[in-house]
Structures are given as C-alpha cells and as structure tokens.
C-alpha cells in the first residue's frame, strides 16, 4: 500500500478506534458477545440536554476521496425482505393481530411483553432500533430506558414530539441478558417489521445501530461504512445512525448523530429545535 493511502487507512482506524468501534471492519454477526457489549450496551453517561449536546467535540474525520468512500456491498444472500410480499390492505392493527401471543422463536421464552411499536401510524419518520431491553421488556414499548430518554431528546432537539414519529425494533421480544438478536430470530421476525413500513409508509427511516441498520440493507458490514450515508429503501428513504446506548457510554460520537439527524430533517423540511 501506498505511504498516503496507508495513511488515510490509519487515520480512519485511529477516529473508529476515538468512537469505540474497534471492530472496525468486521461484521457484527461475527463478533464476540464481549465485542459487541464494548460497542453498544449499559449505557453509564446521561444526557441532560438535547440539541447542544450534540455538537461535534472531537475534530471532523480526515476527508476521503470519493472513490475511496466505502459502500454498503449485498450480503452473501438476499435480503430478508426481498421474499416478503407486500400484503394488500395491511395496516399497524392488523400486524398486531397476526403477531399474537407469538412463539415463533425462541425469543417468545424470556419475554414479559411483546415491544410492537408505538407513535403515529402516519409518521414521516420511523427510528427502528434492534429489540427491546429490560424496561421495554416490561413495559411493552420501545425506547423507553435512559437510551430511550436520549432518543426522546434526539427527536425533540429536531423540533418533533416522540408522538410524532414512530418507534420500533428488528425483534419484537427481548434478547435474553441484552444480547444480540441471532439471524433466525431476526429472520422469524422481520417481516413483522417490513410490514409496519410498508403500512406506515414514512418519507425517512432511520436505523439506530449495526443490527437494524445491517438487516434494513441485508448487509454484513459494520455501519462505520455506511453510517450517516443515504439509501433507498422501496418508497423511502433509509439512513443508518448509532444507537442512543452506544452514545451513553460514547458522547463524544454524538455530534456524528446529530450531522445525520440534520441531514433527515432536510429531507422532512424540519429546522432545529430553538432554545
Ligand atoms: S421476537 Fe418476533 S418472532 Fe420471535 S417470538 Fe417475539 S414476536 Fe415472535
């Protein structure tokens, strides 16, 4: 390798490594339980704040040319969703009504409550997150542990109300000890997801996090890759940031999600929130 590619390569190890996404290249399928609990779990910081808190506090990344910027490449099969038919008439009751008392992974064994989704069945903006955790497990809705109050801050900071949005997981049930979801259990319980966004619709979907934002575009790839970068995903627009949990025990790696949440309120038209 070239002494300036190399040196490129370096720089953007030595900022992954700043965020603690020290996997940098490998695919989170394949990481250790210990792996995955450094980059996104208990988070330790809070967040008293929203929008100010998100400014950049580490210097912006070193610039890339553009044929070297990376790209999300197919996984080795296709994705999830390409074998699930869109079903006519569907609607956020009617999913609700299929899924049941649901048993068809083995996630159903150690849930208390079923996370569906919540928010406006109309949104412009769906967060879709990986599965629920222990306060969602028990209260039954998405996102609302101290990740889910910096999630309720990201939003307002972008000048909404949660209730203006639309909340959701891969899994509906939650992984035992936190883990993450393994592919048959997202397999099972994914098309539940697709069917939500085909039923709401929105303009923006924004993935929170390796394990939504890797199943959304069937990808192995860390989101380091793609994170930030934007995708079409049937009728709507797709973006990939980190999960509010991540950020917990990261702040520094907030002003990265708050460049991407601006850039999805571009797209809806939004300016941020005034203090
Ligand atoms: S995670 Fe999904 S597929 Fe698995 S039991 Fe829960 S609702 Fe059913």
């Not at 038919?85 to 609607?91: A, F, I, L, Q, T």
């Not at 009751?93 to 992974?105: A, V």
């Amino acid at each position: 390798m070239n002494p300036a590619k190399r040196a490129r390569v370096e720089a953007w190890l030595r900022y992954g490594e700043e965020l603690g996404v020290t996997p940098f290249f490998r695919d989170r399928a394949t990481m250790m339980p210990a792996q995955t609990e450094a980059v996104e779990s208990a988070p330790s910081i809070e967040m008293a704040a929203a929008r100010p808190k998100f400014a950049p506090a580490r210097p912006a990344p070193p610039a890339m040319p553009a044929a070297a910027r990376p790209i999300v490449a197919a996984a080795a099969g296709p994705s999830l969703f390409e074998a699930v038919e869109r079903v006519e008439g569907d609607s956020l009751p009617r999913i609700r009504e299929d899924i049941g008392d649901c048993t068809r992974c083995r996630l159903h064994k150690g849930r208390t409550k079923i996370v569906y989704g919540t928010g406006n069945p109309r949104a412009e903006l769906v967060f879709v997150g990986e599965g629920p955790g222990h306060d969602e497990d028990i209260q039954g809705e998405p996102f609302v542990g101290r990740a889910g109050k910096l999630l309720t801050q990201m939003i307002e900071a972008m000048s909404l109300r949660r209730e203006d949005v639309y909340i959701c997981n891969v899994v509906k049930c939650r992984p035992p000890e936190n883990r993450l979801p393994e592919k048959d259990e997202i397999a099972t319980c994914s098309p539940f997801l697709l069917r939500q966004l085909a039923a709401i619709q929105p303009k923006v979907i924004c993935c929170l996090g390796a394990c939504a934002a890797q199943t959304m575009l069937g990808t192995n790839q860390g989101i380091s890759r793609f994170r930030g970068e934007w995708f079409d995903f049937r009728s709507s627009k797709l973006i990939a940031t980190y999960h509010p949990a991540y950020l917990l025990r990261n702040p520094n790696a907030k002003g990265e999600v708050w460049k991407d949440l601006q850039k999805v309120m571009g797209v809806l038209g939004l300016q941020p929130k005034k203090k």
